[in-house]
């Protein structure tokens, strides 16, 4: 089927959407300023905690159909890209606590009609996590997990381990018959894998040039492929995900395909429900450009200063080819503009969208 073209009447604003706006940037702030207190270093209020912080490059397909050549993807082009690996919470934890992981990427040198809030910077970012739906199927049930999240925030780790492995057991049963929970997994059920094995999606769409579509990325490199669903021992290593990314990374150099599903049907890919699934059997992912990373240092306490600490990633960093859809994405925008503010106000480090790579540590 081929893609159809967006249209304002797919995205609905509810009356209220504004106070729920307002209840999420709230809430996801409150979590910041508790574990800044706490800490007395200022951080993401979700996805706190890094394991992995690359330079690499991205490099556009040629040859692309039309409907695929769109937005960053429009011509062949060579780009420099910071990658971000982290997991959900937004306090520090040990990795025992196993929880999704994600992916932040943020693409350098683009030019192009910009999105609202980040116009004069060159960079395109993709935020992912590693499943293919967003737990929420919108921002007022969204809020309710979050404000369960947040009561949790800084407190009793050792109970939150014990928790994870009963989640864990639970998940592998249910995998075992065939199935699987996202929720069982973001409380702390998610399986004690690598995270360089896994596959990261947008989850909720965005525009994409005149059309719609969720991104992907995968890893193909015969290194990492061989790390897909590959566990890991994290008895008495609290930063066990980490070093498995800097062990790997010291010898090894990894790619992965950026893949695009468009949407062909409206009524089975909606734009409004982030948890429903789009159909890959209707409109399957189809590769657009490679990523790539050479080996390298994975993490260090300079890349954290430089990304953790001196960069932000928001899906409203970019072209206005790829504009978030959704109710999601609309509420991400003010959350993210207030975590990075915050956070840049704690360490009085500027936030500037960055134009080249020339002094990212090596």
């Not at 065939?178 to 947008?202: C, V």
Request: glycine fraction near 10%; aromatic fraction near 6%.
């Amino acid at each position: 089927m081929p893609a159809i073209a967006y249209q304002p009447a797919y995205e609905i604003i509810e009356a209220d959407e504004a106070e729920t706006q307002a209840g999420l940037r709230d809430t996801l702030l409150g979590i910041s300023e508790k574990t800044c207190a706490h800490s007395g270093h200022a951080t993401r209020s979700v996805h706190a905690k890094s394991h992995g912080l690359l330079r690499g490059q991205l490099q556009v397909a040629a040859g692309l159909p039309p409907e695929l050549a769109q937005g960053l993807f429009a011509a062949p082009a060579t780009y420099p890209v910071v990658m971000r690996m982290s997991t959900v919470p937004g306090d520090i934890l040990d990795d025992k606590v196993s929880t999704p992981r994600g992916l932040a990427v943020k693409v350098i040198g683009v030019d192009g009609a910009r999105l609202p809030g980040s116009e004069g910077a060159r960079t395109q970012d993709f935020v992912m996590v590693n499943g293919p739906t967003f737990l929420a199927p919108g921002p007022k049930p969204f809020l309710g997990n979050l404000k369960l999240l947040a009561a949790t925030t800084d407190r009793a780790e050792d109970l939150k381990k014990v928790l994870s492995a009963v989640l864990r057991g639970t998940e592998k049963l249910l995998e075992a018959a065939g199935g699987e929970s996202g929720a069982i997994k973001a409380l702390g059920g998610h399986p004690l894998t690598h995270p360089l094995g896994e596959t990261y999606f947008t989850q909720v769409p965005m525009l994409y040039g005149p059309y719609m579509a969720k991104l992907c990325v995968v890893p193909v490199s015969a290194a990492l492929a061989a790390l897909h669903d590959a566990p890991l021992d994290l008895d008495g290593k609290p930063d066990g995900l980490r070093d498995a990314v800097i062990a790997f990374f010291a010898v090894n150099g990894g790619e992965w395909d950026v893949r695009v599903q468009l949407c062909t049907n409206i009524e089975t890919m909606p734009v409004e429900d982030a948890s429903a699934p789009w159909p890959e059997s209707e409109s399957p992912y189809v590769t657009v450009a490679r990523l790539s990373a050479p080996p390298q240092t994975g993490w260090s306490e300079a890349r954290s200063r430089a990304v953790d600490d001196g960069m932000a990633f928001s899906p409203w960093h970019g072209l206005a080819a790829h504009r978030p859809l959704g109710a999601i994405m609309r509420a991400r925008r003010s959350a993210y503009e207030a975590s990075a503010r915050f956070r840049a106000a704690q360490t009085g480090i500027n936030m500037a969208e960055p134009d080249h790579l020339e002094d990212f540590p090596s």
